[in-house]
């Protein structure tokens, strides 16, 4: 597959299928359904049929039995093929967030009862964890469940919760004792029809409007015992921060399906498009942009797949650092590759009928839900635990014999030395006992270790080659991929200065000494236009 070059052989047919279904059942209604903010039941269902809607639930309750990696592999392939992100996320708020509390900490009553209807679309789920005034803050939570004979008496509000309108069952975290901290929540599943639930109020976006998103509220609703999901007191460690992992990873996922949704209409409009008596796509405004979508959508891939397939090797690893890391590279990316295809489109991308519009408008919850750049910028670095332990779980993605033939094939080149700099600064800076005093110099060394991750795969990602995307395509991408996530991450590694200057100014003066890469990016244009649009270049 030239636009994904990372799936692998046996993943191109599921990848495809998905891909296809979307553009046949989801494209053609989606600017009417995103226009009216309508929910269609009726593609759900499909969806049920086809069994997308229960990829990581075992076999035995009617799923697919898939891994993190799948999932993320259909997310993508669906926006890809219709940029339906609003619908998208619906259906991964219910088969992450919603299912996989059940499937992780549930009972076998619980999974015999809830995860076949969620398999098959009966039943619609969600996860109610943001409050009007507590969202990354679980100390600020307000929602109380009170112990009463045979469950427990809940009330409070949720807010921004995906499927609010539609859902018959949600993942509801709520307040067990008077302690303000996170080991005082607890986990209930509660259903929609239960006595004391109300849809307060139906919210209205700025996007994703396919996907219905409410404030729930619970009044003295009764939940019996046998629907508090996992232990006691410890629902948000338990569940919450398990589950969001895999929220940051496959939600996260969908937005590299939008990325070469709107490389291959970028380039194609750019092609008709003729001013001044020719296509746009000759000009050097117009062939930076699209070049720069290619190298962020490979890197963005190689990232998630990463971690989906650390989560899939090893269920019980924990990737708090790797997880905020992709997100942050990925959800960042694609707000830049956004604003771009409007520009590339001009005034008819200005307009809500084009579908770039519409990814403007979606791509922005990506910084904000399932935790805001803010905070994964903290999380990143209140949970780095050295440069060997960031390294070592890195060097999983790729065997031994290609990181070190990659890595003697590019000793010495300009991208390489401003990779080892990285390196050795996030060494000097990581322990010292200053970095965690300021949020300035937190969110330095986090930019630090999500630049050097992208910037690391993609070198030993340089050494391995395939029909379609050779070693030396990939080492031109790298040194694409080195100029302009450079400049994006590197902002913010100024404040490091105040803990290591020589180290900091050696990694900027390393940027600075990066070569132009007109030529890079004119090479790349001649690949994607032949690997993309085939036959149609004149």
């Known amino acids: 597959m030239f636009l994904n070059p990372y799936i692998k052989t046996e993943d191109e047919d599921f990848y495809n299928t998905v891909k296809d279904f979307a553009k046949e ?27 997308l809607l229960g990829i990581p639930v075992p076999d ?9 990696l799948h999932c993320c592999i259909a997310q993508e392939a669906f926006n890809a093929g219709c940029l339906d992100g609003g619908f998208g996320l619906s259906w991964g708020a219910h088969m992450i967030i919603g299912t996989l509390p059940i499937l992780f900490q549930g009972t076998a009553e619980q999974k015999q009862k809830y995860l076949p209807k969620f398999v098959t679309g009966e039943w619609i789920a969600g996860l109610a964890l943001t409050e009007p005034d507590s969202g990354s803050d679980a100390a600020g939570m307000l929602t109380f469940a009170e112990k009463v004979e045979g469950g427990y008496i809940l009330n409070g509000s949720k807010m921004y919760i995906t499927n609010g309108p539609v859902g018959q069952v949600f993942i509801v975290m709520a307040r067990t004792t008077k302690s303000r901290g996170p080991m005082g929540v607890s986990a209930f599943i509660v259903e929609s029809n239960m006595k004391g639930f109300h849809v307060s109020k139906v919210l209205k976006k700025l996007g994703h409007n396919t996907s219905t998103t409410a404030e729930l509220s619970f009044q003295d609703m009764f939940v019996p015992d046998a629907n508090l999901l996992g232990p006691l007191n410890s629902g948000f460690l338990r569940i919450g921060k398990a589950t969001l992992e895999w929220e940051r990873t496959v939600l996260v996922a969908a937005l590299p399906g939008g990325m070469e949704f709107i490389l291959e209409a970028g380039l194609d409009y750019s092609l008709k498009r003729r001013q001044f008596g020719k296509p746009i796509l000759s000009f050097f405004g117009i062939q930076e942009k699209l070049a720069r979508n290619w190298a962020y959508l490979c890197a963005s891939r190689r990232v998630i797949y990463f971690v989906a397939n650390k989560k899939d090797s090893d269920p019980s690893t924990s990737l708090p650092l790797e997880s905020s890391a992709l997100k942050v590279f990925v959800t960042e990316s694609a707000e830049e590759l956004a604003n771009d295809a409007v520009q590339l489109f001009g005034g008819i991308g200005y307009m809500r009928e084009c579908d770039v519009s519409r990814f403007y408008r979606d791509v922005k919850l990506g910084t904000i839900g399932g935790g805001t750049s803010e905070i994964q910028r903290s999380i990143i670095s209140s949970t780095f635990s050295g440069f060997q332990k960031f390294m070592s779980t890195l060097e999983q993605a790729f065997p031994e014999n290609i990181r070190t033939k990659a890595e003697a094939e590019l000793a010495g080149t300009p991208e390489y030395r401003m990779l080892v700099s990285a390196k050795n600064l996030i060494q000097s800076v990581g322990d010292h006992p200053e970095r965690k005093k300021k949020q300035s110099l937190e969110f330095g060394f986090a930019d630090l270790l999500v630049l050097t991750m992208a910037i690391q795969l993609a070198v030993w990602d340089s050494a391995q080659s395939s029909a379609e995307y050779s070693t030396e395509d990939r080492k031109r991408d790298l040194r694409i991929l080195s100029f302009y996530a450079g400049d994006r991450f590197l902002k913010n590694v100024h404040f490091l200065k105040e803990i290591d200057q020589r180290g900091t100014q050696d990694l900027l003066r390393c940027f600075n000494e990066l070569p132009p890469i007109e030529k890079e990016i004119s090479a790349c244009i001649e690949f994607l236009k032949e690997g993309v649009l085939g036959a149609s270049v004149s």
């Open 25 to 51: 059942r989801a494209l053609p209604g989606v600017e009417e359904r995103d226009e009216l903010g309508t929910w269609d039941d009726s593609l759900w269902k499909e969806m049920g049929k086809m069994g």
């Open 60 to 68: 035995e309750y009617g799923g697919q039995g898939g891994t993190c």
